[in-house]
């Protein structure tokens, strides 16, 4: 199993498999989390573990501990390597129906993948982003969390595959900016530094709320706010991010083009800390 | 693996188990569908794997044919048996990310267990419902699917497990009245019969079709419509339903009581047909 590309443990077995009627599967009824492992350490590692016990915590179901998580990415990843760890918590197996079993083991598995091949020139230069067509609903109970109930992404991804956009911009049903498929998504109007609002919508990613964080570090004041399609057309910097690539500039979208910022390389420097 | 009070087969196979990297687990990446079989035969097929294509479709996934699922049922269920198949159809194994891969074997589950054990009462006398805190969001690029994303379903029927009710009644998030967490919604008002619109958020059920065709014969008039709560408590008769009892007659919600009637009776009979 070492061998192939994709290696993963399950409740950190190598035999098991997951159960056709496991409720990740019937429902989505679980969550994920997606990170570097570096030298078989996870990068940000207690702040990815809290956001993952809170996710849990969000919709009932009670997360492993730290110490089993942490024993499986022993075995899995290697001293010496930088790669990439998924990990998906699910309420575990349950009979046919959609309340939650009295009592239920949830089901762990860690995914261990490769770093992408990201283009040079993302860092560099920038990138540019498409404007998806599907929508993100707005769900109150369940924004915010990163649950498995994820078709709106898959749909607004395959809106574009042409390889000059890195990803697409997603909207919510009322037209506010919220997110990118894979990524969060920041506005820089002079020393103001904005992401949108997620408590109707999106996901609250880990590297979002670090550069929320740092942001006075260069000066800036981070706000959580709602912003428009104009909003961002108009803005000086726009900025992309996630736990694996850490920030780039947009310096397209449709025919609006910025010119090359210095904030994603700061970002990036930043996030090191 | 017969022995068992769920059996299933994936792929066609008993010895397969679901992949950790299925996108019906990361994504909710596809679609399911629940009904009786009786005597090998599954009620009412060529409508079901009509919306089962369909509801593939709708998301792009290429549903495995009839032939091959009807085998399936062949293995699975025995002359002389009424029983519940769940059908589960995901776009397969794929890399991580949103994107579609370019190729891709849809993953087909087929499971088998009893038929749910209904108290006789349900039928003769109707049910009671609680009113759901969930809201069913709006998403138009799935609405009407019974996709696999079905978070918002766990959480509102997670509510209440008081057995007083039989289901939880959604509201999208307009205060719309949209299905129950397990069964469609109809209301009737003097020869009306209504139907919640399910084109923003819901699933567009078989059953709920099929009396929408049919209420003519009982000289009802089948409209769909928006609905709210206020129309729902003020209605001569609520029924709902689904593939596995057929219909229900709600005798109350929260502190709103009915009369008995014989319109759910009807129904039954109606969708015998």
Redesign the interface.
């Known amino acids: 199993m070492m061998n192939k590309q994709?290696t993963?443990l399950?409740n950190g077995g190598t035999d098991d498999?997951?159960?056709?009627?496991?409720?990740?599967?019937?429902?989505?009824?679980g969550v994920?989390r997606?990170f570097q492992v570096v030298d078989c350490v996870p990068v940000n590692w207690p702040i990815q573990y809290q956001k993952l016990v809170a996710d849990c915590g969000a919709?009932?179901i009670v997360c492993p501990s730290a110490e089993l998580l942490m024993a499986d990415f022993q075995v899995l990843f290697t001293i010496d390597e930088t790669a990439?760890a998924?990990v998906?918590i699910?309420?575990g197996i349950g009979?046919?129906?959609?309340?939650?079993p009295a009592v239920t083991t949830p089901t762990r598995?860690v995914?261990k993948?490769p770093m992408p091949v990201y283009a040079e020139t993302n860092f560099s230069e920038g990138v540019s982003l498409y404007v998806c067509k599907?929508?993100v609903?707005?769900?109150?109970?369940?924004a915010g969390i990163k649950?498995?109930?994820?078709?709106?992404?898959?749909?607004?991804?395959?809106e574009s595959?042409d390889p000059v956009y890195v990803d697409g911009l997603m909207l919510d049903?009322d037209g506010h900016v919220i997110e990118c498929?894979?990524a969060n998504f920041f506005i820089r109007i002079g020393k103001r530094l904005i992401t949108p609002d997620v408590t109707q919508a999106g996901v609250a990613g880990v590297t979002r709320q670090r550069i929320v964080d740092l942001a006075h570090y260069l000066q800036l004041t981070a706000e959580i706010g709602h912003i428009r399609l104009s909003d961002v057309l108009s803005a000086d910097e726009v900025i992309i991010c996630n736990s694996l690539y850490g920030a780039w500039q947009v310096r397209r979208i449709g025919d609006t083009h910025w010119p090359a910022g210095s904030l994603a390389h700061d970002l990036r420097e930043l996030l090191k800390v």
Chains 1, 2 share one sequence.
Request: hydrophobic share 40%; no cysteine.
């Open positions: 994709h993963y399950i498999a997951v159960s056709a009627l496991d409720r990740g599967l019937s429902y989505g009824d994920f997606t919709i009932g990439v998924k998906i699910t309420r009979e046919r129906g959609y309340a939650p598995i995914l993948s599907t929508p609903a707005h769900q109150p109970m369940l649950h498995l109930n994820r078709l709106e992404n898959v749909l607004a991804r395959a595959l049903v498929t894979s």
